[in-house]
């Protein structure tokens, strides 16, 4: 690892620095910073040298630039990094990019495997962040951003199916060593049946945890591994040299005690716990994946000489003229030159209506056209869009890390140093003080608290305990992805809700309709006329006279942002707003018009069906209020949890459903990227938040809220997105998940606690504290046994959790 020991002079670039005057407050500024030994803004070259002592100080000399309010033009990436087994593993990976010169911070986060840092452009590159990682024996994937996900996912796949292979044939080539050990060890050749079983489950299916722990050993580090590598590994070769030279223990009166069945059921069970975990980790990037999805893979240009071409999305630059056909995807943003349609952006803006583009709009990749046609011109390509700032967005608070995990961290990093450290004291104490026996009965004792703490109990504490609460919540219609989330959402005190598909259905429906007289043929016209609209409004009205018998129309026309006009039998007859009805100089009746403004006082959409002279109808047009919101808002309240409300519709639309549901606090006309910034307002005021939303527009927000919950019936990359989903978009399953967690983390508490204390009292008896009073000594056969009995109870207690209400 490059790392500055003495006085260097680095140069960092500067954005916008542009004056003397600027230039004096940054240099200012880093006279502050401790490690900068000296400093100048150069100003023609656009860049502050400065001479350090460490690397930390490269660090906090961008940080206090950045606080004065300044630019420096660092870039920010996440890379996979493949390899990782444990927390200290995370924590190893960590470190060596955290020292690397020119980063200005790097944080691992093991539960999606991703390092997520922040670097000087001008002073390292992903090439050396690989090389740095690679150095403690772990590996950074830093391929081109469009394979990445491709390769992780086959990475993923490789790795589970070979972890699968392995964990079977060690749980079946275990299970015969286990009842031999246990129950026949007289039997003949018995020490050499169980050797011959233990030998390829230890040496083979278990080479991994040598490997890794040899790789740790090279750099002074240690992990889970290593604690695993030397449990099995010395108590395999105790096992090897007590069945091969059995008469060095029987002529000093002891008898040769083979452990291959402690040996083989720990890799058996370390291996199925790795199982659970990466099968629980696999799916983590495909959110990224469907988000990347949204983009299609060519597009049809338009040539300076009129002629179509075919060209694939990477190819597209700005400028170019891209044809957009009924129902295609847009791939890159820009604005509309010619033609008209309807498109969906409800996955940017969540709106269930799709919004008119015609020329001079905006378009935007990822929302899809609907039945017009139009041409484009192409404003921002690549990582410019929206969508790709979108995915960005997700992938960095994806690629945060949680406080909570800090806790494991130090655990992990202390756990496993001071195990051997008491295995090596306990085999010291004993050669010192042991007498005759001290170098046999302190290499028993040391094998015996290597055996008894390994990590099985505490390794299964979480997992097994998050098994029984993930499928408990599965049957009551809650998936539940993490234990992190799990843990939070007890502690939930403020919920973000997103208002359409989340309290409302998500869908326009006819909420209402008054007829001047009731004319069934005139139903007719208006359902035929509905049928061939391209207006998404036309579609509820539709769904609504299901039954009605179609009228043959002639001369139908859509009139963009107004309706349609159809004849029959020699009369006109149209639908739409109010300005069309005034083009017309249509004439409205008293008790319709009345009806009109109520619907509207209520933020309902109203459109008018009317002929040449009058109006036969109004039609109220809303997205109504699921049936359990308002019972599950008021639930969530009497639990003390404040609710707010976020939507991209209007301030009337907003206050009604607001009014109508009984939330107190509301924001209307949020777009995407405020949604998230609000719950990290929300964070800093010291709340725990879980966002609620159903739509590609709430991920963002979503993947930065403590818990993060996803209606069933949204959008895939919100539930993938999202650490809980309601499968059946019903908000009284809320409080149910909060009452889960509860539940759950109590359970993983309990196993905790239960595995933390047979480790503290069963380490100092594997140690030998006893013998001095009572003359007894752990057998390290028993300290198997207790190690398995130990899981079994974890295990036990986890499945409790399934009788609980």
């Known amino acids: 690892m490059a790392t500055i020991s003495n006085s260097e002079t680095v140069y960092i670039p500067l954005a916008d620095v542009e004056s003397e005057h600027c230039a004096l407050i940054v240099e200012k500024g880093l006279a502050q910073v401790k490690g900068v030994e000296s400093h100048k803004v150069e100003l023609n070259n656009r860049r502050a040298a400065i001479t350090v002592a460490n690397d930390e100080a490269i660090g906090e000399a961008v940080k206090a630039i950045k606080d004065l309010g300044y630019g420096v033009p660092t870039v920010r990436n996440s890379f996979p990094v493949l390899g990782m087994t444990c927390a200290s593993c995370a924590g190893s990976a960590e470190n060596i990019v955290k020292y690397e010169p020119g980063v200005i911070d790097a944080s691992v986060n093991f539960a999606t495997g991703n390092l997520t840092v922040e670097y000087l452009p001008n002073m390292t590159d992903a090439a050396r962040l690989k090389k740095a990682v690679q150095s403690v024996g772990y590996d950074l994937l830093v391929a081109d951003e469009a394979k990445q996900q491709e390769t992780l996912e086959a990475i993923h796949a490789q790795k589970f199916e070979k972890l699968k292979h392995k964990t079977i044939w060690a749980i079946t080539l275990s299970l015969p060593v286990v009842v031999i050990g246990m129950f026949f060890m007289n039997m003949p050749y018995a020490d050499l049946i169980m050797w011959l079983f233990s030998t390829p489950v230890v040496l083979w299916f278990g080479k991994d945890f040598f490997i890794n722990a040899w790789k740790q050993a090279k750099h002074r580090s240690a992990n889970m591994d290593t604690l695993v590598a030397l449990s099995t590994g010395i108590a395999y070769l105790f096992s090897v040299f007590n069945m091969a030279f059995a008469d060095f223990w029987h002529q000093r009166g002891l008898h040769a005690h083979v452990y291959f069945e402690a040996a083989a059921v720990i890799i058996a069970f370390i291996l199925l716990g790795k199982l659970l975990e990466e099968k629980a980790k696999g799916n983590t990037s495909s959110a990224i994946k469907k988000l990347m999805g949204l983009q299609p893979k060519t597009v049809i240009v338009i040539k300076p000489d009129g002629t179509e071409q075919q060209i694939a999305i ?133 094998v015996t608290v290597l055996v008894i703490a390994c990590p099985c109990a505490l390794g299964l504490a979480t997992p097994t305990a998050i098994m029984v609460g993930v499928g408990k919540g599965a049957e009551n219609g809650i998936l539940i992805k993490d234990a992190e989330s799990l843990e939070l959402a007890k502690k939930v005190n403020a919920i973000v809700l997103d208002k359409t598909g989340t309290i409302t259905e998500g869908r326009p429906q006819v909420t209402g309709i008054q007829w001047l007289d009731n004319d069934d043929a005139m139903k007719g016209v208006l359902l035929s006329i509905e049928k061939q609209s391209e207006h998404p409004l036309a579609e509820a009205v539709v769904n609504h006279l299901t039954g009605v018998a179609t009228t043959p129309l002639s001369m139908f026309d859509s009139i963009t942002g107004k309706g349609a006009k159809a004849n029959h039998h020699n009369e006109t007859y149209f639908v739409g707003n109010k300005k069309l009805l005034a083009e017309n100089n249509i004439r409205i009746a008293e008790q319709l018009q009345k009806q009109a403004d109520e619907w509207s006082n209520q933020s309902k959409t109203v459109i008018w069906f009317a002929d040449r002279k009058q109006v036969l109808s109004v039609i109220a047009i809303a997205d109504e209020i699921k049936e359990t919101s308002v019972q599950a808002i008021k639930e969530m309240q009497e639990m003390g949890i404040e609710l707010y409300m976020l939507t991209g519709d209007n301030e009337a639309t907003a206050k009604a459903i607001a009014q109508q549901t009984g939330i107190k606090h509301y924001k209307a006309e949020v777009l995407p990227q405020h949604k998230a910034d609000f719950v990290k ?56 998940a909060i009452k889960l967690s509860k539940q759950t983390v109590a359970t993983i508490k309990q196993n905790l606690f239960w595995a933390f204390i047979y480790n503290l009292i069963g380490i100092p008896i594997a140690a030998g504290i006893l013998y001095p009073i009572n003359g007894f000594l752990l057998n390290p056969m028993i300290a198997g046994a207790a190690m398995a009995l130990s899981s079994v109870s974890v295990v036990s207690n986890s499945l409790r959790l399934k009788w609980k209400k």
């Open 314 to 446: 990477e190819h597209v630059d700005t400028g170019n003229i891209i044809l957009v056909k009924p129902g295609e995807k847009i791939a890159v943003d820009g604005l509309v030159v010619s033609g008209t349609s309807y498109v969906d952006e409800s996955m940017l803006s969540g709106e269930p209506v799709p919004v008119l583009k015609e020329e001079g709009k905006k378009v935007f990749a990822g929302t899809i056209n609907q039945k017009g046609s139009f041409q484009f011109e192409a404003v921002k390509v690549g990582k410019e869009t929206m969508l790709a700032q979108i995915i960005k967005m997700v992938q960095h608070a994806q690629g945060s890390k949680a406080p909570v995990q800090k806790l494991v961290d130090k655990i992990a990093g202390i756990f496993v140093p001071i195990v051997i450290g008491i295995s090596i004291l306990t085999f010291i104490l004993w050669f010192v003080l042991g007498g005759d026996n001290g170098i046999v009965q302190g290499l028993l004792a040391a």
């Open 681 to 736: 307002e929300l964070q800093q005021q010291g709340k725990i938040i879980a966002m609620v939303g159903d739509g590609i527009n709430d991920s963002t927000a979503l993947a930065t809220a403590d818990v993060s919950i996803a209606m069933g019936k949204g959008s895939d990359i919100a539930m993938d997105v999202a650490k809980m989903t309601i499968i059946s978009s019903d908000l009284t399953k809320i409080p149910q």
